[in-house]
Each structure stands twice: as structure tokens, then as C-alpha cells.
């Protein structure tokens, strides 16, 4: 119950960071692009407060000097007192936010921009000599006009003034207020507070909306990596518009990498799968060479000891009658026969295996070679009371070497021989298949158990021992009979009926 419960807090856990880890690259991208557009309205701010005034009063004295420049090539020319100069007079005063009165060397205004005459005139007059109520400081002066900023203690305002002297010797006074600009300053720096405070709300909206369409993919591309880690290459990255960009180029990678990585694995897995087969065919040749040498000690084993016991008997003269010495003589003979027989059939299978047996194709008639190999059984025939049919009258002709196929043959028939029971009756047909004849050997009998027919090719392999010990046999015949037809690269078998045994075995008829 614990373990049940640990486990669902731990699917718990990694759910959340799994959501944790999908808003995550989300908040870094608003957080940043948020702290950059804060930043650049604080700097902004900033730059607003502590240059802008500056820049303004630069701009302004800018303004004074070509008023000035105007004014005093409009007094060389004559139009200055003219009405053809009065709208562009005002149009210098109203848009450089500019006061301006011309004064002669009398003290009579010939020219102001306001109404109130005296009073200005007296302003300026306090301004030029009234030291000890303003604050002056000079901002640029030449021999005909000083340009100085001024504070107004009394008034509690400062101002940008100019006054000089025009060609004619007339003097000119200008003046322009400074207290506009700080409240522009002010204005200017609340309204960028408001759109500040908007345009990060503004922005952190459309952020959020513009990073999920660049963050779904990337974690799209997360979680296809992270199943890929897990071998799952059924996940493939979508592109999820026409217009492909770096991401979705980057999913095509994925996803090519994803295809070779399975290509990879599975050549890797196929190979791993050919090496473990080779292994279990290394092991299974080890364990066949000592089954083989095993069953050969076993076979020569039995023959050895009767010859040693009869040749034992023979000098020990233990029947001293010349029947008893032919008699062990022969026995000492036959086993001798027995064990040569074996030994070489055992050479001839160990040249087929490892291809050292060399191989003739010639063409040569089929029903010759098995109606030769039928004549020389018919004492075996006779002697077992086997009937045996072969109708085949017509020559077959096929490609193979002869004497191995012969050898095929007298084996099947052997076999056919020494195991026919009931109506003891063989068939041997051959079956002509398009551009091969398969040759059956049919004897009746007792079928071949299931389980025993897959071992039958093996060397030494018995399904009855007894019987087979009983007519001299070695089991060496039908894995001699294997090996020869695999050097033919052709096929051969044996199917069960209900009333006996049919081995085949098949040769090309054509020339390919």
C-alpha cells in the first residue's frame, strides 16, 4: 500500500515539473522582453529629465540667434518698421515662443511684440541691470550681442535672454522663458509613465501569445528528443506552418535523425541477432564434435572388443577345431569390414562438410544408374522377401555426379531394405517438376516418429539403435546422403504416411 502510494506521489511530482518545465522557457522570454521594454522607458525617463532641458535651452538659444540674424538683416535692408516684415515679426515671436523689443538710443520702442510697452521695458531694463535680484549666467557673447541665462529671484523664474546692438545702433532685447520647457519636462515624464505602465501590460499580452507559438514547438521538439531517448521513433515533429523557419527546420533534423537512428539500431539488432546465432552454431558444433567423437569411440568401441575377445581366444586356443578357428576368424573379419566401412564413410562425410570432396557435373541417365543400383541389391532383395517396383522405362537424363548420386541411391535402398515390415513392398518413381525430377524410395512400415525426423541427417543419429546394430548400421548413411546433395545445392527429405517411409531427393534436368 505504501509502495502503490509513494508511486502516485512521485507520478504526482514529475507531472508538475513536467508543467513547471513547459512554462518555464515561457516566463524567461516574457520576463526579459518585459525588463527590456521597462528599461528602455526608465532610460528613457531618465535621459528625459536630466537632457531634455538642456537640449531645449541649446535648441532655444539656436531660436535667439537667427531671430536676431533676421531682424538685423531686415534693419539693413529697410523692411524691418515696414508692414510687409509685421507677419513674419510675428510669426518669429509666436512660434520661437520669443519676446523681442527694439529699442533706440533715445529709449524709444520702435518695434515689440507686446502691448504693454513700458512695462516690458522696464523688465528688460531690470533684467540688464538689475544685478542684484537675477542670477546671470553668460552663454555665449560677441561684440554684438550676449546671450545670458537669467533667474528672476523676485519672480521665481528663469529665462533665456538676448540683447545687442542691430547695425544701425538700435538695441535689440530678446527673451525667452525657461519654465515651459520644466513643465514640459514634467508633462512629458507622466505621460511616459502612463505608456510605460501601458505598454508593458500591452507587450507582456502580446509576448505571452508570440513566445507560446515559438515555445510550443520547441517543447514539441523536447518531447519528441525525449521519447527518441527512449527508442520511440513512431514520434515525428510536424510542421505546424507553410512558411517553414529555423524550428521547423530543425523537426525535418530531428526527424531524419530519428529515421537513421532507427535504420542504425536496427542493423545493429540484426547484427547482434546474426552474432548470437553464430555463437549458438559455435556451441552447437562444440557440442556436436563431442556427441561426434563420443558416438565414434561408441561405435568402434563394440567391434574393437570383439575382435580383441576372438583374437584372445584364437591364441589362447580355446576350441582347437578348425570350425571354432573359421568361425572367429570370420567374426574378427566382419567387425574389421564393419569398422573400415564406417571409417570410411566417416572420411567421405568430412570431405563433403568441409568441400574438400571434389564435385564432377556430368549429364548422365538417371533410370540407368537406379535400375544398376537395383540389380546389384536383388540378393538383399530376395534374401528379405521385399518386392520392389521401379516402372521408369525412359531415360532420364539430369546434371549431378554420378557415383555420389549412386551412392544417394544404394543409401536410400539400404534403408528401404532394412526397414520394410508388413507388406514389405518398395517404391522407387521419379516425378518429373518443370525443370527437375525429384526421386522417391517408398518402403512400407512404421512411420518415423515426429520428434525423431529433424534428427535423422545428424551423424550417429538413431531412431531404433537396436535394429539398426541389428543389419551392421552406423547412422553415417543419411548425413552422407545430406551433405552430397547440399554440394549439389539441391534438395532432399522424407515424408511419413500411414503405411510407411518416402525419402526423396531432387537433380536439375536443364542446362541453366
Known amino acids: 500500500m505504501k509502495t502503490i502510494k509513494h508511486k502516485i506521489l512521485l507520478d504526482k511530482r514529475e507531472k508538475k515539473k513536467e508543467k513547471n518545465n513547459s512554462g518555464s522557457l515561457t516566463r524567461k522570454i ?306 574389421a569390414d564393419k569398422m573400415n566401412r564406417m571409417v570410411k564413410k566417416l572420411l567421405t562425410l568430412n570431405q563433403l562438410e568441409f568441400g574438400n570432396e571434389v564435385i564432377t557435373m556430368e549429364r548422365f541417365d538417371l533410370t540407368e544408374l537406379i535400375q544398376g543400383v537395383i540389380n546389384s541389391s536383388g540378393i538383399l532383395l530376395s534374401q528379405n522377401q521385399i518386392t520392389l517396383t521401379f516402372s521408369e522405362n525412359k531415360p532420364i537424363f539430369v546434371w549431378a555426379d554420378e557415383f555420389k548420386v549412386e551412392e544417394v541411391v544404394t543409401n536410400y535402398l539400404s534403408n528401404a531394405i532394412h526397414h520394410a515390415q508388413g507388406e514389405k513392398r518398395i517404391d522407387i518413381t521419379c516425378r518429373q517438376m518443370e525443370d527437375k525430377v525429384r526421386v522417391c524410395v517408398f518402403n512400407t512400415g512404421t512411420p518415423i516418429p515426429e520428434e525423431d525426423i529433424e534428427n535423422i541427417w545428424i551423424k550417429f543419429y538413431k531412431v531404433d539403435k537396436a535394429r539398426t546394430r541389428e543389419y551392421g548400421g552406423s547412422g553415417i548413411g543419411l548425413s552422407i546422403v545430406k551433405a552430397i546433395m547440399e554440394s549439389f545445392h539441391q534438395q532432399c527429405g522424407v515424408i511419413n504416411y500411414e503405411d510407411g517411409v518416402e525419402f526423396w531427393f531432387e537433380l536439375e534436368t536443364k542446362t541453366h
Open 30 to 335: 516574457v520576463t526579459i522582453i518585459i525588463c527590456l521594454v521597462a528599461g528602455t522607458l526608465m532610460l528613457c525617463w531618465v535621459l528625459n529629465t536630466a537632457f531634455l532641458e538642456k537640449y531645449y535651452v541649446m535648441n532655444q538659444q539656436n531660436t535667439l540667434l537667427k531671430g536676431f540674424a533676421t531682424i538685423d538683416e531686415a534693419n539693413e535692408s529697410g523692411e524691418l518698421y515696414s508692414s510687409d516684415f509685421d507677419v513674419e515679426f510675428d510669426n518669429l515671436c509666436a512660434n520661437g515662443n520669443i519676446t523681442i523689443m527694439i529699442i533706440s538710443a533715445d529709449r524709444t520702442i520702435l518695434r515689440s511684440s507686446v502691448n504693454n510697452t513700458q512695462k516690458m521695458l522696464i523688465e528688460f531694463m531690470d533684467i540688464i541691470f538689475g544685478e542684484r535680484q537675477n542670477e546671470t549666467t553668460v552663454l555665449l557673447q560677441n561684440e554684438n550681442y550676449v546671450i545670458q541665462r537669467q533667474k528672476d529671484k523676485r519672480l521665481d523664474s528663469e529665462y533665456l535672454v538676448l540683447y545687442g546692438t542691430l547695425s544701425n545702433g538700435n538695441l535689440i532685447l530678446m527673451r525667452s522663458a525657461l519654465e515651459s520647457i520644466r513643465e514640459s519636462v514634467k508633462i512629458s515624464n507622466r505621460f511616459l509613465g502612463v505608456v510605460g505602465v501601458f505598454s508593458i501590460i500591452v507587450s507582456a499580452v502580446v509576448i505571452v501569445f508570440v513566445s507560446r507559438g515559438i515555445t510550443m514547438p520547441l517543447l514539441e521538439l523536447t518531447d519528441l528528443s525525449k521519447r527518441m531517448t527512449e527508442l520511440d521513433f513512431e514520434a515525428k515533429y510536424k510542421p505546424r506552418a507553410k512558411r517553414k523557419d529555423e524550428i521547423d527546420e530543425l523537426g525535418e533534423h530531428m526527424n531524419e535523425m530519428s529515421r537513421t537512428l532507427e535504420r542504425t539500431i536496427s542493423e545493429l539488432k540484426s547484427a547482434n541477432n546474426q552474432l548470437q546465432i553464430d555463437i549458438e552454431k559455435k556451441t552447437q558444433i562444440d557440442e556436436m564434435r563431442k556427441e561426434f567423437l563420443s558416438n565414434v569411440s561408441h561405435e568402434l568401441k563394440t567391434p574393437l572388443a570383439l575382435i580383441q575377445g576372438y583374437a584372445e581366444g584364437l591364441k589362447e586356443c580355446i576350441n582347437d577345431d578348425e570350425q571354432s578357428r573359421e568361425f572367429y576368424c570370420e567374426v574378427i573379419m566382419d567387425e
